[in-house]
């Protein structure tokens, strides 16, 4: 196996587990009507790498299974997780600031109607847009530009290679 292929699993697993336990030791807060899920931060991640793609999908499949969701939020929660992931990856090469939004309009788009399909929930669909799109932009808006700051200074070192690991 070609040490890139290496790397680029590796960080996906590394991206994996973080996702879930960051969802799991937040639980209270990663789930419901009203869910600030600070692991969604890492959605952030594809702007230094493409490994973050597949690892956030596998967190937040993991994520969501062990913390007790239903089916229809494991599969449909995870796919706005990898959707918001694919393009953040898209816009890595674009102004920063806005990496959050993929993954932010996605769970807005998403969650709510898992939330009120799925679990049964009364509350409008709008409301639940509203209270969903703020934890996503606490968590992904200033959580997650919080890691990129941090993690820019480190880029060429921690993610030095994995650009090239497609």
């Not at 879930?20 to 959605?43: D, K, N, W, Y």
Request: hydrophobic fraction near 55%.
């Amino acid at each position: 196996m070609k040490k890139q292929n290496v790397l680029f699993m590796t960080q996906a697993a590394m991206i994996a587990a973080i996702y879930v336990v960051l969802t799991l030791v937040f639980a209270p807060f990663s789930f419901g009507e009203v869910q600030i899920r600070i692991s969604e931060a890492l959605t952030i991640l594809p702007v230094f790498t493409p490994a973050a793609i597949p690892g956030l999908f596998v967190g937040c499949l993991i994520g969501n299974f062990a913390g007790g969701a239903i089916l229809p939020d494991i599969i449909f929660g995870s796919i706005a997780t990898l959707i918001g992931a694919f393009f953040t990856y898209k816009l890595r090469n674009q102004k920063r600031i806005l990496a959050p939004v993929p993954p932010i309009l996605a769970n807005i788009l998403i969650v709510p109607l898992v939330l009120r399909y799925a679990y049964g929930v009364a509350l409008p669909i709008p409301f639940l847009m509203l209270t969903v799109g703020i934890g996503e932009v606490i968590s992904c808006g200033v959580l997650g530009l919080l890691i990129a700051a941090a993690l820019s200074r480190y880029q060429s070192t921690i993610f030095k290679t994995s650009h090239a690991a497609k």
